[in-house]
């Protein structure tokens, strides 16, 4: 499992521009890769839709050593419902504390030095007022669940993780697969998990023969596989591998081919340029403003 890498996580987005600022100006983060698409996805990454949507990466670095934010943009879709699944992204950055004070963008401390925030769409991020210890600021990802111990046994019996702490009676637990990767923290919610329209997906990467492996073991688990084993094509790039898993909860979990990830996750010294050119050429919402009509809901 010494292999096994947490790469980053999916956010359906409404307001592009709103939200790129959000990750550039305030986080702090760069854009790492940007990439338009006419139709949906073979594995449902910008959810169940068939039209013209983009995949933008946001982070503190490469995806070799960072966790970093994968971000779903699909034209015509303003607003997604959100649910109690995804509960929060962590990170040590004292410079985004002073980034979101300067912007006048809304903070509250919910304990000595660290505060809570919202990215665009309602997105709970937590940012720690000091200097990071390690090369990247995430710390860790929080999701919901509603049966902790099942949830535990899912994510370290079945996926191998690694438990760093585990409190009964704050009903969570910290699980990770190396000590200098972002952590996952299960949190349970006092109920059932709900995904909203907005539900996101976690993504990590393993070596290439392992993902017919994790398959069988769904299966003789009896656990749920949402995408088997299938070859994602990005034009001109690396073809990648990918397995995509649900929890007990329903998370989605996505497991990739590390060799030909590793390529195709290169960073795009034109990424911003290109999310810039295609935030410029999206005349979506003065069409909509110019019709008196409003962006569909999801």
């Known amino acids: 499992m010494a292999a096994r890498r947490a790469l980053h996580f999916v956010f359906k987005v409404g307001d592009r521009a709103r939200t790129a600022r959000f990750y550039r100006e305030l986080l702090g983060m ?18 169940p839709y068939d039209g013209k949507w983009s995949k933008t990466m946001v982070g503190y670095g490469p995806e070799d050593n960072h966790f970093v ?12 419902r959100l649910g109690n699944d995804f509960l929060g992204i962590t990170l040590v ?3 985004a504390v002073s980034n979101a004070k300067k912007m006048g963008w809304p903070l509250k401390e919910v304990t000595s030095g660290v505060f809570e ?7 709970k991020f937590y940012l720690e007022d000091k200097e990071p210890l390690k090369q990247d600021p995430v710390w860790k990802v929080t999701l919901g669940v509603s049966d902790l111990q099942k949830s535990v046994s899912y994510w370290s019996g079945l996926l191998g993780m690694k438990i760093y702490e585990k409190d ?4 969570r637990a910290l699980l ?13 919610v006092g109920g059932a998990v709900d995904h909203g329209t907005a539900f996101g997906r976690i993504a990590f990467s393993c070596a290439k023969e392992e993902l017919p492996n994790i ?19 990005t034009p001109g790039k690396a073809t990648v591998q990918v397995v995509i898993l649900a ?11 590390d060799e030909a990830f590793r390529e195709l996750s290169k960073v795009d010294p034109n990424g911003g340029k290109l999310l810039d050119d295609a935030m410029a050429a999206d005349n979506s919402d003065k069409w909509f403003a110019e019709h008196n009509m409003k962006k569909v809901s999801a």
């Open 93 to 95: 950055s004292s410079q």
């Open 69 to 80: 934010a994968e971000l779903t943009y699909n034209y015509g879709i303003g607003e997604y």
């Open 168 to 171: 009964e009676e704050k009903q």
């Open 117 to 123: 925030t919202e990215a665009p769409g309602g997105y």
């Open 176 to 188: 990770g697969y190396a000590d200098n990767q972002c952590k996952l923290e299960l949190k349970a």
């Open 247 to 257: 929890d007990p909860d329903g998370h989605e979990i996505c497991f990739v081919g």
């Open 30 to 47: 760069k854009v790492l890769r940007h990439e338009e698409f006419e139709e949906g996805c073979k594995a449902a990454c910008n959810g």
């Open 215 to 233: 398959e069988a073991l769904m299966k003789k688990e009896n656990q749920k596989i949402l995408t088997p084993l299938v070859s994602l094509d």
